[in-house]
Every structure is written in C-alpha cells, then in structure tokens.
C-alpha cells in the first residue's frame, strides 16, 4: 500500500498538536509518561473543549504566550433600540463633567480668595474626573454609536493602566483632604504653619506617585499572563476582573493579589478619613456659634458624601475577585461615569465660597492677580 507524504506529515503535525495540548493542560503530563496519564486527563480536556468561552483558544505558542492581537469590549448589555438613546445620555453626561470640573478648576485658579490649600486639592480632583471620564466614556460611546468595539491589546494595556492610576491617584487624594479638613478645624492655630504652599505641592506629588506605583504593579502583574484567546471582554472598558477571565493561565494568585492590594489601600484610607472624621465632629460640637457649626458641617459633609459614592461602588467590585454578576457593569457606571459628574455639583452647590466665586466671575467682575 502506497503512503501519502502529505499524509503523513498532517497525522504527525496532528500528533505534536495534541501532545502540546494535553501537556498544556496538563503539566504533569511530559514526554515519556504521556500515555499512562492520558486516561486521568481525558475529563479535563472533554471539560475544556467543551466549555463555550474556551473553544476560541489557540495553542500557547513557544516563549512569550500572547498570540491576542486585540481585545472586543462587550459593553454594557442593552437593547438594540436604546444603542442612540443611551449614546446621548453618556455624551450629555460626559460633557457635563469635563465642563463641570473644567469650570472649579478656572474658577480656583482665577478667583485668589480661593488659593488656599483646600481648593488646591478640589483642582487635583476636578482633574482626576475629568480625565478618568475621559479613559472610558468616549470609547463607550463609539461602541453605541458606531459599534466599534475593539481595542487593541496595547490600548487595553493603556486604558488599565490609566484607569488604576487615576483611580488610586484619587483615592489618595481623599484622605488627604480629610486631613485638611482635620488641620483646619482641630488644630486652627497651626494649621496656616502646617499647610504650607510647598507641603501642599509635595502631598499633592505623593498621591500622584502613589497611583503610579500601584498602577504600574498591577498592569504588569496582569499582563505578564498568557492571553491565547478568547478575546471577548465583557465588560465596557478593560478592567482586572474582566481581563483575569480571558487569562489561559490559573490566575488565583493574581485575584489574591489584587483583593490584597487594592483591598488594603481602600480600607486604610477608608479608615484614615473615618478617623479624620470623628475629630473633626467632635471638635464641630464643640462650637458654640451655630453659624460656625452650619458651615463646618456643610464644608465637611460635601467631602464626606463624594468619599462614601466614590467608595462604596469600588468595594462591591473588587472585594469580589471572582464575580461575574450583570450587576457590576451598572455599578461601574457609576463610579466610572456619575460620580466625576456628581463632584463638581456636590462641592458646588454645598458651598458657599465656591458660589460666591461662580458668581464673580459670572459677573466678569475683575479678581485680583495673585
């Protein structure tokens, strides 16, 4: 009987193919030992081809294991009717707070009355809204409208990157206001001696170092992983839970990782702006004036509602590693989408300075040059 070459050569491809799988699939499974633990491997690989979101994998190629070009985001689920409705609602949205936060920051920097440490952190995060609304809503709203939904395997990288370092950037940013507004209500005599000028730029510089280190740590602890396929992100934009699942690795230690580390910097912070907290209520009951209560309560309460609706919808994400629920895209639209919406309204309309402010310079009445 005469052999096919052709044959032959496409059973022995066939061969080195599926010992590639299985030991793949199977570490234990080398060389010389393949037929004897082939039988104990035999459910995982029927379990593995039959899974729905595995069948799109691809075979780990040799050295660097990332054969994914790019990455297709979901977005969030909804009719098809809605794509414009919702299209507009996000751009209504999205142009509000870069107008919003853009207006506090002009407003800070050309209103002397209010350069003082206090307004100077409310710029640092007016920016930080701005610019984390920027990371994700306009590639949300290209999905709604154009239904482009693809992002390249470096833009996903970037967009990471970006959101984890503003993000964190922010959360630091937090507590210290909360340590402002400690300053300046329990210890008023020191606090002109303590707040400095060039304190309050080295502060500002730490929590933008702070976000670039965790930031960098956790895009490369997730990104050094193997993403052989699929690529279907779902998910609105690339975050570490969406990003860990299409992993062709075990990825327990990252979600370990990750729960640790972001878990520990919001609780701390989370429990330093509590501690800040109950002294300054303490310190406010204190004031027998009921006017000089009114405004330290309405100054400290501005702050403390932007802490708890930035906070809340952080710890349902991602103090639950393993979660899939519909439910966290919607609250990731919250904290990704309204809350930097949300700041400029809070810290305007609940306080006094800043209307006053507003109206001057609505009234193009001349401010004095620092």
């Given at each position: 009987m005469v052999t096919n070459p052709e044959n032959t050569l496409m059973a022995k491809d066939n061969y080195v193919k599926s010992t590639l799988f299985l030991h793949h699939l199977c570490p234990d499974t080398g060389k010389q030992n393949l037929y004897n633990k082939k039988k104990l491997c035999q459910l995982d690989v029927k379990k593995y081809w039959n899974h729905s979101d595995v069948k799109s994998r691809e075979m780990p190629t040799s050295g660097n294991q990332t054969s994914v070009s790019h990455f297709i985001l979901v977005g969030l689920h909804h009719p098809p009717q809605l794509g414009i409705p919702l299209f507009l609602a996000f751009l209504v949205i999205y142009l509000l707070t870069v107008s919003g936060n853009g207006l506090i920051i002009l407003t800070v920097l050309l209103d002397i009355r209010l350069h003082r440490p206090m307004y100077w952190f409310l710029c640092h995060l007016s920016f930080l809204d701005m610019t984390i609304s920027s990371a994700i809503v306009p590639k949300m709203l290209?999905?709604?409208?154009?239904?482009?939904?693809?992002?390249?395997?470096?833009?996903?990288?970037?967009?990471l990157f970006s959101f984890h370092f503003l993000g964190c950037t922010e959360c630091f940013l937090y507590t210290l206001m909360a340590y402002d507004r400690f300053l300046a209500i329990c210890k008023p005599l020191h606090y002109a001696t303590i707040m400095t000028r060039s304190v309050c730029n080295?502060?500002?510089?730490?929590?933008?170092?702070?976000?670039?280190?965790?930031?960098?740590f956790q895009t490369s602890f997730i990104f050094r992983l193997p993403f052989c396929g699929p690529n279907r992100v779902d998910y609105f934009f690339c975050d570490?839970?969406?990003?860990?699942?299409?992993?062709?690795a075990d990825t327990a230690i990252?979600?370990?990782?990750?729960?640790?580390?972001?878990?520990?910097?919001?609780?701390?912070?989370?429990?330093?702006?509590?501690?800040s907290y109950g002294y300054i209520v303490a310190a406010i009951l204190r004031i027998r004036s009921a006017d000089g209560r009114r405004n330290a309560f309405s100054t400290c309460a501005a702050h403390l509602t932007v802490v708890i609706v930035y906070y809340v919808p952080c710890t349902f994400i991602y103090l639950r590693p393993g979660s899939q629920e519909p439910l966290d895209g919607v609250v990731a639209v919250f904290y990704t989408v309204i809350t930097p919406l949300l700041n400029p309204i809070i810290y305007t309309l609940r306080n006094k300075e800043m209307k006053a402010a507003l109206r001057r310079l609505s009234g193009l009445k001349e401010v004095q040059p620092h």
């Open positions: 290209a999905g709604f409208l154009l239904d482009s939904r693809v992002i390249s395997f470096g833009g996903c990288v970037i967009q080295y502060l500002a510089f730490g929590t933008w170092l702070g976000g670039t280190i965790h930031s960098l570490i839970p969406a990003i860990l699942r299409l992993a062709c990252n979600e370990l990782v990750t729960f640790v580390d972001i878990g520990f910097l919001a609780l701390t912070c989370f429990m330093l702006i509590l501690t």
